[in-house]
């Protein structure tokens, strides 16, 4: 029992930082139904952010561990929002009038340029770094295993909550969330009644990158270490999670990071761990099969 709650625990965590990265997915597909496959750079470009910010306060003598937590993360979501903000320039806003195909194309290169330059710009080693925010609560303990919650998983899912609440009342109370919602029902006629589309498309993938800059902070000071390589694979299971939980949907996206992050872990803990992503993508393969617009979302109805 208490190896499944210690499974439990560390399931939510990191399914609360696929839910942040997926909100990203569901946003810019909710306005503009296209993906931005390039989504899961701009959280690899954050997490860098985060470790060179890390490391020149280090060097700068800040050690007081709030302070260093604050400023990395406003530094590390203005920073990546630029990047959010320039993907958005180059990759779809030409490309927004042309065939479905093409903005695909162009995000995939996108992606593939953010690989690269990351690459080149701090090498392919893996970037350590040794953990900041240590500490926790034990209990439960038993003769064979105790659980443990740490301080950094504390965090990870509070502030997941405190964001998916704080962008909940955004969209659903501030004239910028009305012309998002506009603009998902119908571009055209939300730009005749005034309202400001590039803007509105351009400040939704700014949104998304500030939410994927803090997902790449929270990956880092968990997990310790990082790559050029893991925006790949993380958007990947993020994107699984926002069509899981139903691709335009807040909720549905934060649903699906969760499961997502339940069904790793579980099946690393109680079957082989060389198969938890195919496990993860079954999961969705079933869920589509039965339910093609996912556990939240709703069923498009196309008008004629």
């Not at 509070?158 to 009342?169: D, I, K, P, Q």
């Not at 506009?182 to 571009?187: K, L």
Request: neutral net charge.
């Amino acid at each position: 029992m208490e190896y499944f709650i210690q499974q439990l625990i560390n399931g939510v965590t990191l399914g609360s930082i696929y839910g942040l990265i997926a909100i990203g997915y569901t946003m810019v597909y909710g306005i503009i139904g296209m993906i931005n496959f390039a989504h899961g750079d701009i959280f690899m470009v954050g997490a860098f952010v985060s470790l060179i910010i890390f490391v020149a306060l280090g060097l700068a003598g800040v050690t007081f561990v709030p302070l260093a937590f604050a400023i990395v993360l406003i530094v590390a979501i203005v920073i990546t929002s630029v990047y959010g903000w320039t993907v958005e320039r180059l990759a779809y806003r030409p490309l927004r009038g042309s065939f479905r195909l093409a903005p695909l194309i162009s995000a995939i290169g996108m992606s593939i340029f953010l690989q690269n330059f990351v690459q080149l710009a701090q090498g392919a080693r893996v970037k350590p770094m040794p953990p900041m925010i240590t500490g926790g609560f034990t209990f439960l303990e038993g003769s064979d295993f105790s659980i443990t919650l740490s301080w950094m998983q504390i965090i990870i899912v509070s502030l997941t909550v405190v964001l998916m609440a704080g962008f909940a009342l955004l969209i659903a109370r501030t004239p910028l969330g009305r012309a998002q919602r506009a603009c998902e029902q119908d571009r055209t006629m939300a730009a005749l009644l005034g309202v400001n589309v590039d803007r509105t498309i351009s400040l939704t993938f700014v949104m998304g990158a500030a939410l994927a800059a803090v997902a790449g902070m929270m990956f880092l000071l968990y997990y310790g270490v990082i790559d050029f390589y893991i925006g790949f694979l993380a958007g990947i299971k993020a994107f699984t999670a926002a069509v899981l939980g139903g691709i335009g949907s807040l909720p549905g996206a934060m649903l699906g990071g969760l499961l997502i992050g339940l069904i790793e872990t579980f099946w690393s803990a109680y079957f082989t761990i060389e198969y938890k992503d195919v496990a993860a993508f079954s999961i969705l393969v079933l869920a589509l099969i039965f339910r093609p617009y996912g556990l939240l979302g709703k069923p498009e109805i196309e008008k004629v």
